[in-house]
């Protein structure tokens, strides 16, 4: 069992930056490959960025062009969001996930989900 806890969210203006963090927990976290989602007002939940479990692997949303960045100190139980040049149509809810096989983004499905943070942008 792992659980997932995020924090980082709020309100930023459009160009800033925000950090997401998720903090797991669970004896067999170590072991998931991580992963962000999001659920804008209205929409699915898509896919935002995922790191392999020793961090040898990335990969991000193909819409994205380098405004986030992914990692993960298993010594601090912490995976992060970085997110640069924020836009309005980032708003949303971002989710942290967990899965038990890396797979590019995370295609081959996710076991665990966080109970998600607000990110909110405004222009």
């Known amino acids: 069992q792992v659980q997932l806890v995020e924090s980082g969210g709020g309100l930023v203006q459009a160009g800033g930056s925000l950090r997401l963090s998720c903090a797991p927990s669970?004896?067999?976290?170590?072991?998931?490959?991580m992963g962000w989602f999001r659920q804008a007002p209205g929409k699915e939940r898509e896919f935002v960025a995922a790191v392999s479990w020793n961090s040898g692997r990335t990969s991000y949303a193909e819409s994205e062009t380098g405004r986030f960045t992914i990692s993960r100190e298993d010594a601090k139980n912490t995976v992060t969001l970085q997110i640069n040049s924020l836009k309005p149509e980032d708003t949303a809810v971002y989710y942290c996930a967990a899965a038990r096989d890396y797979s590019d983004y995370l295609i081959r499905g996710v076991d665990y989900w966080g109970q998600g943070t607000q990110v909110t942008v405004s222009s």
């Open positions: 669970g004896r067999t976290y170590r072991s998931y490959a």
